[in-house]
């Protein structure tokens, strides 16, 4: 027997798993054994639709031929060298195709994850502080309900508490703007909303407190994703991106999700036309086949870099053994391919009207206290049961998984991200059983 024949385990206990009630879960086992197109299989030959991109990141769909036989040439030719000193060309040339994707971010470097981008893109803002002479800038500013990975960084400018009370201090020196989520001003809003500019202002106010030559950088979702679909208000990003040029601070987007078509562009600064300093990327970025991140740094910040530094010393004291591994960034070049070829950032512009469509129909869903959408990225909160929060989620999930829909849920909240090859068909199966499912979650 292959390892690949390994469908069922015998053996559940082993793994901790992340993220996951590890006892009810093996009480009673979700697998993917398989997976094809918009589908995974289980073990027993069931199809379940991917609602979610696995976890926002099969953004091409699963198992692409073009990709799988890039990756499968490259283990063939080269399997690993390190990024150190040494190089390998498709390294290169991934990042010179990244690039070319964006006009005013003129170099990449390639991380493992997401959380492994955002921390590299944190200590890309510190050192670049200080190579422009502005050493004092040590503090971060996040975002309340904001999702930056599980690094001891990402944690910190994070907004999520369960994700960073068990964790003792974290980095100091980190504040949080107000989330902008509203549900007395925004609720059912299709797209961006119109109320919550002003929620900006609150970076005034940090400086105020602290003052502008001790803050670093913001970091935020431009759309929070692992919150729940949390849209930014018209004129927020923008406003964030004037006051930290007031400033000199940096902004970072944070997009792990929006990179790679989710909206409709190639990422979120595209679409909302607000340029950050920095922004790290993940997921989509190989189609998830082979684990990636790439942050990616505007022009001026690595010659900043390079011009702090005697030749011949190392710049920048940051990067991981797998960084730009060749698997990876064989799997990265095909998936762009793909991306290219069939044109898909474009399709899930012109799909999302109808994702829009079909998400608010569920409006009038028993326990439906909000839906809001952009791009192809969408969300249905519950209200929650008293006393027992996410667990109305929790049941809509799982009755979704036993219908064949695989969502994803957030608190008492559905969270949607299908792949971009969605059929619309498939979208109306989504809404269907969603719709089915509230019928019978109490
Ligand atoms: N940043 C954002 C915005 C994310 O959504 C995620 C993961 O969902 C991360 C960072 C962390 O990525 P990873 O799980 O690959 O470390």
């Given at each position: 027997?292959?390892?690949?024949?390994?469908?069922?385990?015998?053996?559940?206990?082993?793994?901790?798993?992340?993220?996951?009630?590890?006892r009810?879960?093996?009480?009673?086992?979700?697998?993917?054994?398989?997976?094809?197109?918009?589908?995974?299989?289980?073990p027993?030959?069931?199809?379940?639709?991917?609602?979610?991109?696995?976890?926002?990141?099969?953004?091409?769909?699963?198992?692409?031929?073009?990709?799988?036989?890039?990756?499968?040439?490259?283990?063939?030719?080269?399997?690993?060298?390190?990024?150190?000193?040494?190089?390998?060309?498709?390294?290169?040339?991934?990042?010179?195709?990244?690039?070319?994707?964006?006009?005013?971010?003129?170099?990449?470097?390639?991380?493992?994850?997401?959380?492994?981008?955002?921390?590299?893109?944190?200590?890309?803002a510190?050192?670049?502080?200080?190579?422009?002479?502005?050493?004092?800038?040590?503090?971060?500013?996040?975002?309340?309900?904001?999702?930056?990975?599980?690094?001891?960084?990402?944690?910190?400018?994070?907004?999520?508490?369960?994700?960073?009370?068990?964790?003792?201090?974290?980095?100091?020196?980190?504040?949080?703007?107000?989330?902008?989520?509203?549900?007395?001003?925004?609720?059912?809003?299709?797209?961006?909303?119109?109320?919550?500019?002003?929620?900006?202002?609150?970076?005034?106010?940090?400086?105020?407190?602290?003052?502008?030559?001790?803050?670093?950088?913001?970091?935020?979702?431009?759309?929070?994703?692992?919150?729940?679909?949390?849209?930014?208000?018209?004129?927020?990003?923008?406003?964030?991106?004037?006051?930290?040029?007031?400033?000199?601070?940096?902004?970072?987007?944070?997009?792990?999700?929006?990179?790679?078509?989710?909206?409709?562009?190639s990422?979120?600064?595209?679409?909302?036309?607000?340029?950050?300093?920095?922004f790290?990327?993940?997921?989509?970025?190989?189609?998830?086949?082979?684990?990636?991140?790439?942050?990616?740094?505007?022009?001026?910040?690595?010659?900043?870099?390079?011009?702090?530094?005697?030749?011949?010393?190392?710049?920048?004291?940051?990067?991981?053994?797998?960084?730009?591994?060749?698997?990876?960034?064989?799997?990265?070049?095909?998936?762009?391919?793909?991306?290219?070829?069939?044109?898909?950032?474009?399709?899930?512009?012109q799909?999302?009207?109808?994702?829009?469509?079909?998400?608010?129909?569920?409006?009038?869903?028993?326990?439906?206290?909000d839906?809001?959408?952009?791009?192809?990225?969408?969300?249905i909160?519950?209200?929650?049961?008293?006393?027992?929060?996410?667990s109305?989620?929790?049941?809509?999930?799982?009755?979704?998984?036993?219908?064949?829909?695989?969502?994803?849920?957030t608190?008492?909240?559905?969270?949607?991200?299908?792949p971009?090859?969605?059929?619309?068909?498939?979208?109306?199966?989504?809404?269907?059983?969603?719709?089915?499912?509230?019928?019978?979650?109490?």
């Open positions: 027997m292959s390892i690949s024949d390994v469908n069922v385990p015998n053996d559940l206990d082993s793994l901790w798993m992340p993220f996951t009630d590890n009810s879960f093996k009480k009673q086992p979700r697998l993917f054994s398989e997976a094809e197109g918009m589908f995974y299989i289980t027993e030959g069931r199809k379940v639709l991917d609602g979610t991109s696995g976890l926002w990141c099969v953004n091409a769909g699963h198992r692409r031929r073009p990709i799988i036989e890039a990756v499968r040439r490259q283990v063939e030719k080269l399997d690993y060298a390190p990024g150190f000193q040494v190089g390998h060309p498709l390294s290169f040339e991934f990042a010179s195709r990244l690039t070319g994707m964006v006009e005013e971010y003129s170099h990449v470097m390639f991380t493992n994850s997401g959380s492994e981008s955002v921390d590299t893109a944190l200590k890309i510190l050192a670049y502080q200080r190579n422009i002479g502005e050493g004092s800038r040590t503090r971060f500013v996040g975002r309340e309900r904001g999702y930056h990975g599980v690094g001891f960084g990402g944690i910190s400018v994070g907004g999520i508490s369960p994700n960073r009370k068990m964790f003792g201090n974290m980095l100091n020196g980190i504040d949080h703007l107000r989330h902008t989520h509203n549900l007395d001003k925004n609720a059912f809003v299709r797209g961006q909303p119109d109320w919550g500019e002003h929620l900006a202002d609150d970076l005034e106010s940090i400086v105020a407190l602290h003052d502008a030559t001790t803050i670093a950088a913001v970091i935020v979702e431009p759309v929070a994703g692992s919150t729940g679909v949390l849209v930014p208000p018209r004129g927020y990003l923008e406003r964030l991106r004037e006051i930290c040029s007031k400033y000199g601070i940096l902004l970072i987007f944070d997009e792990v999700i929006t990179g790679f078509g989710r909206l409709g562009d990422f979120a600064n595209q679409y909302f036309d607000v340029k950050p300093d920095i790290t990327t993940a997921k989509g970025i190989t189609n998830a086949t082979v684990p990636m991140g790439a942050v990616f740094v505007r022009d001026g910040i690595y010659n900043s870099f390079m011009e702090s530094a005697p030749e011949n010393a190392i710049e920048f004291f940051h990067g991981y053994t797998y960084s730009g591994h060749p698997l990876a960034c064989a799997a990265g070049i095909a998936t762009l391919e793909v991306y290219r070829d069939e044109d898909l950032f474009a399709r899930a512009a799909l999302a009207p109808y994702f829009e469509s079909a998400i608010h129909s569920l409006c009038d869903c028993k326990n439906v206290i839906v809001r959408n952009l791009g192809m990225m969408g969300a909160e519950l209200e929650p049961i008293p006393d027992k929060p996410t109305r989620a929790m049941a809509a999930f799982q009755k979704a998984f036993d219908a064949g829909l695989l969502v994803r849920t608190g008492d909240t559905i969270a949607l991200s299908p971009l090859i969605v059929e619309r068909e498939q979208i109306d199966f989504i809404s269907d059983t969603i719709r089915g499912v509230l019928k019978t979650v109490h």
